[in-house]
């Protein structure tokens, strides 16, 4: 065992896959066994497997200028020459960037740049920030209270109380309704909570609201028709901004070039990380608009910086990579194939998998979807400790396929937006093995109650 603190790891179980190399949609153990990787890694690897352009940009950045920090009044061409490119990209009025490693760092950035704007103009006491129930926006110490999954908050004492963290209700209608309830209805229900929620906190107090246009970790939720619209009118209305998290929905995984576009978001400040680079150089950005930027320009002013940066905000070989990335989407009409590609996915997924007595409901958007695994389809309900999901995650991973299970029994797809629909087949044709394999254990094992 290597002296490895290994992330969102048990302890117990470490170092049960080494991953050698991959090739296109393809990994490889250290035994050459093939596997599809069904996740793009952790939702990124958006261009798969060693593609050259992407490495040839990185290496020859790295030959010309391998380092060069921000601080200060320094630059370089590659980190101007990224904003302006995302500038003319992002839905963002008159958009400013501030560059990081991580979709956590970027979301900690929010966090602290919200509170610096709201002092700038004169409001401190509107710090507090709505996330939901089920969200997931990161592990550092605010981004990790945005998060609202249990593994990531047990025992590590998040200070919820002390960052002003409020949580609404998930837009989940599969798990969240009531009774009878359409989805109209549970759309109203849940808004009309967050509504008597903000008047009871006071909205003079409230920054913001962090939403994923659809959510990765914490099941792949699509919320359902209508409830952004009324989200977005509630929240106009008292005056809190619309915070994107597109860490993982964002360059073309809904089958748009944002999850925003998708879901009819327009937003306030929006978060990018993973395929920003197709996760081949750490890079993320914030993006806030311009008028909440030109405010802080004289606080920075007054206190001579603005104190707040990163080593490697803005290193020149992560710029080239998500140049050279956002170059290779445009080209290749990447997103374009990605929503030809994922409406094929979404199809099959459904044909192949909304009878199968393992699984409840088949959600997802684009090249990101998940089959909720349940031990009754009538009821819904669902299986002990997540393990429907394990045993899903391991079955697939016998049958040559990598997957992740997500809030317990979600089983989630995430395929590098380069996959083909041949390729789609054999994954789900793996998928399918597994699942059924997985449905005779778990029933062989009295799990399920069918």
Same mark, same amino acid.
């Given at each position: 065992?290597?002296?490895?603190?290994?992330?969102?790891?048990?302890?117990?179980?470490?170092?049960?896959?080494?991953?050698?190399?991959?090739?296109?949609?393809?990994?490889?153990?250290?035994?050459?066994?093939?596997?599809?990787?069904?996740?793009?890694?952790l939702w990124c690897t958006s261009l798969g497997y060693s593609n050259t352009e992407v490495v040839e940009a990185i290496t020859e950045q790295l030959n010309r200028l391998p380092f060069q920090h921000t601080f200060g009044g320094k630059t370089h061409a590659p980190v101007m020459q990224l904003a302006e490119?995302?500038?003319?990209?992002?839905?963002?009025?008159?958009?400013?960037?501030?560059?990081?490693?991580?979709?956590?760092?970027?979301?900690?950035?929010h966090y602290k740049m919200l509170r610096y704007y709201f002092n700038a103009i004169g409001k401190p006491q509107k710090r507090k920030i709505i996330t939901r129930? /089920?969200?997931?926006?990161?592990?550092?110490?605010?981004?990790?209270?945005?998060?609202?999954?249990?593994?990531?908050?047990?025992?590590?004492?998040?200070?919820?109380?002390?960052?002003?963290i409020l949580?609404?209700?998930?837009?989940?209608?599969?798990?969240? /309704?009531?009774?009878?309830?359409?989805?109209?209805q549970f759309v109203e229900r849940i808004l009309q909570n967050l509504e008597d929620q903000i008047l009871a906190e006071d909205p003079e107090t409230i920054a913001a609201m962090i939403v994923e246009p659809i959510t990765g970790a914490s099941g792949v939720i699509v919320p359902p028709e209508g409830y952004y619209e009324g989200l977005q009118a509630l929240l106009r209305k008292h005056d809190i901004l619309i915070w994107a998290d597109e860490v993982i929905c964002g360059f073309g995984r809904t089958g748009a070039d944002f999850g925003c576009t998708t879901m009819g978001i327009k937003p306030d400040l929006m978060t990018f990380a993973k395929q920003l680079s197709s996760a081949y150089f750490p890079i993320s950005a914030s993006v806030i608009p311009?008028?909440?930027?030109?405010?802080?320009?004289?606080?920075?002013?007054e206190v001579g910086v603005f104190g707040h940066g990163y080593t490697y905000s803005g290193h020149p070989a992560a710029c080239a990579a998500a140049l050279k990335t956002l170059e290779i989407y445009e080209r290749d009409k990447i997103f374009d194939h990605a929503a030809e590609v994922?409406?094929?996915?979404?199809?099959?997924?459904?044909?192949?998998?909304?009878?199968?007595?393992?699984?409840?409901?088949?959600?997802?958007?684009? %090249?990101?979807?998940?089959?909720?695994?349940?031990?009754?389809?009538?009821?819904?309900?669902?299986?002990?400790?997540?393990?429907?999901g394990a045993a899903a995650v391991k079955a697939c991973q016998d049958a040559g396929l990598i997957l992740r299970a997500v809030a317990g029994n979600a089983l989630a797809?995430?395929?590098? %937006?380069?996959?083909?629909?041949?390729?789609?087949?054999?994954? %789900?044709? /793996? &998928?399918?093995?597994?699942?059924? &394999?997985?449905?005779?254990?778990?029933?062989?094992?009295g799990l399920l109650n069918s």
């Open positions: 065992m290597a002296s490895v603190i290994y992330p969102t790891t048990n302890f117990t179980a470490t170092e049960q896959l080494c991953i050698t190399h991959g090739e296109g949609i393809y990994v490889y153990d250290d035994t050459g066994k093939e596997y599809i990787e069904g996740l793009a890694g490119k995302l500038k003319a990209m992002v839905p963002v009025e008159d958009a400013y960037f501030f560059f990081g490693n991580s979709g956590s760092d970027a979301n900690d950035s129930e /089920r969200g997931y926006h990161g592990v550092t110490v605010a981004a990790g209270s945005l998060t609202s999954l249990p593994a990531n908050l047990a025992h590590f004492d998040a200070p919820l109380e002390a960052l002003s949580r609404a209700d998930a837009p989940h209608y599969y798990t969240g /309704r009531q009774g009878n309830e359409t989805e109209a311009g008028w909440m930027y030109k405010a802080m320009v004289d606080q920075t002013n994922g409406a094929y996915m979404q199809a099959q997924l459904r044909e192949i998998f909304t009878d199968h007595p393992l699984v409840g409901e088949v959600r997802g958007k684009g %090249l990101i979807a998940a089959l909720e695994l349940v031990s009754n389809k009538t009821t819904g309900a669902t299986i002990a400790g997540g393990k429907g797809f995430c395929p590098p %937006l380069i996959i083909t629909k041949a390729e789609v087949d054999e994954m %789900l044709k /793996r &998928t399918k093995a597994g699942v059924d &394999t997985a449905y005779e254990a778990l029933k062989s094992e």
